[in-house]
């Protein structure tokens, strides 16, 4: 009986791996084993900052919010308790843009907020 091989799968795995460390340097783009070890590592990187972005993004829109609001003698809490009460529901990217581009808009919306908490 032959003996049995699977080189047609075993290259294609090794050129899938080679072709993703394209752009590495030294030996994690010549070498399979530390180009696997290095794309394997740079997919969990990705990964979980796929995750992190979000969270960056949220962080920098409160902090345009709080900003523009303490212009107009609110903080952001009391911003988004009163425009909450009034009904209003605007999630905060929507808001950071308003705060940092249309401050007319958002002036009026601090407005409405300091009604509610009055």
């Not at 030294?26 to 696997?36: D, E, F, H, P, V």
């Not at 590592?41 to 949220?58: H, N, Q, S």
Request: charged share 35%; net charge positive; aromatic share 10%.
């Amino acid at each position: 009986m032959p003996r049995s091989v699977n080189n047609v799968a075993h290259k294609q795995r090794k050129k899938k791996y080679l072709k993703a460390a394209k752009g590495y340097v030294g030996g994690r783009s010549k070498l399979y084993k530390t180009a696997r070890q290095a794309v394997e590592k740079g997919w969990l990187y990705a990964y979980r900052d796929r995750k992190v972005r979000k969270r960056d993004f949220r962080r920098l829109w409160i902090i345009r919010i709080n900003a523009a609001a303490r212009m107009h003698d609110l903080t952001y809490s009391k911003l988004i308790s009163g425009l909450k009460k009034a009904g209003v529901d605007i999630d905060r990217k929507v808001l950071a843009h308003l705060a940092f581009h249309e401050t007319e808009t958002f002036e009026k919306f601090c407005d409405l907020a300091k009604k509610q908490l009055d």
